[in-house]
């Protein structure tokens, strides 16, 4: 409005720049709230009506047709102001429910369970969202601490409501079953009872207790990698391939649980099909052995951080998956 107001004035009345002292109230209705908005189009008409009689525009058509136009925009910058107020405000009382929601599906894992420390990274697809088809747990049972991490088949609410029903399952059978094939067969019934048509659920279960061993249940989900604190990486790969939770309907053997080492200082990263379906522009997979190496960080927290920026670097822009990492280290002392 003011570099308006000094062409108008350098320029003279010819060249007619008075009617965009609008695009004042017109920006305010854009970025601003009601009051701004109606501030900067209360101080475009007084400008526009100085500028126009300083032009000699007043009384006449020219000038009314100008203070006309400061005034309408004026009044559609108030009404946009108003309903983009109300629109975030909706979008807040959204979000605010997504993220209790996310909080109730996706607790906050525990930083020291037994001999492990752990450390969780959930890298959503869409920046705005909350909530995802991935899930992970960690729950300190009798037995030893026993851990799922998997992936919903499909997205929105539906698989948001499969997560909660996976999880829900796990929760209880971690704590009450004997080992971890009665912790799977929990949750194929569970499954099987409850999802309908394609709906399945990728996941691996891993049982860590004191004899530096983990146990393994693998439904159809990316292995797990184990981390040696020499450096050395290897796929803890499931002696066979079974089907996903879910699809036990369908027939076909269920997984066998198998044994991994998993001595003091190792580390097992689970994580889900995000991650290592991850393209860069050149369509190349995330190579997630290479990159391992950046889980040296003394700290499981800091160290699985530098994973994810990593894995957001090699895509160049947004993921198009959900990609959900949690890292166990065992550390005695």
């Known amino acids: ?16 720049f008075l009617p965009l002292v609008s695009l004042g109230p017109a920006f305010a209705g854009l970025v601003g709230g009601r009051r701004r908005t109606a501030l900067v189009g209360s101080l475009a008409l007084v400008l526009c009506m100085a500028l126009g009689w300083y032009d ?45 929601a996310q909080r109730v599906l996706l607790r906050p894992v525990p930083r020291r369970a037994g001999h492990l420390t752990v450390a969780v990274s959930y890298t959503s697809a869409v920046a705005e969202a909350r909530i995802g088809g991935d899930l992970y747990e960690v729950v300190a049972s009798p037995a030893g601490v026993r851990v799922i991490v998997g992936d919903v088949q499909g997205k929105g609410l539906d698989a948001v409501e ?6 829900g399952a796990f929760r209880e059978a971690a704590h009450d079953e004997p080992d971890l094939r009665s912790v799977g067969a929990r949750l194929e019934r569970a499954a099987d009872r409850e999802l309908r048509g394609e709906k399945f659920v990728t996941a691996v279960l891993a049982e860590v207790g004191d004899d530096q061993r983990v146990t393994l249940l693998n439904y159809g989900h990316p292995p797990p990698v184990v981390v040696s604190p020499d450096g050395t990486v290897r796929f803890a790969e499931p002696p066979r391939n079974a089907l996903p939770l879910g699809l036990g309907i369908h027939g076909g053997a269920g997984p066998e649980p198998y044994e991994a080492d998993f001595a003091d200082g190792d580390q097992l990263l689970l994580y889900t099909d995000g991650v290592t379906e991850a393209r860069d522009r050149t369509d190349r997979f995330y190579p997630l052995v290479e990159r391992a190496v950046l889980l040296r960080d003394a700290d499981p927290e800091a160290a699985l951080e530098g994973l994810r920026t990593d894995l957001v670097a090699h895509v160049e822009g ?11 280290r065992y550390q005695r002392h």
Do not use: C, K, N
């Open 56 to 100: 000699g525009r007043f009384p006449g058509r020219r000038g009314l047709t100008a203070l006309a136009s400061v005034a309408g925009v004026t009044a559609a910058g108030l009404l946009a102001a108003v309903m983009r107020q109300r629109r975030e405000a909706e979008l807040a009382g959204v979000r605010s429910i997504a993220e209790v």
């Open 162 to 167: 499969t997560a909660a029903l996976v999880l």
């Open 1 to 16: 409005m003011a570099f308006v107001a000094v062409i108008d004035v350098v320029a003279g009345p010819a060249v007619g």
């Open 318 to 328: 947004p993921l198009h998956d959900d990609a959900a990492m949690l890292l166990l």
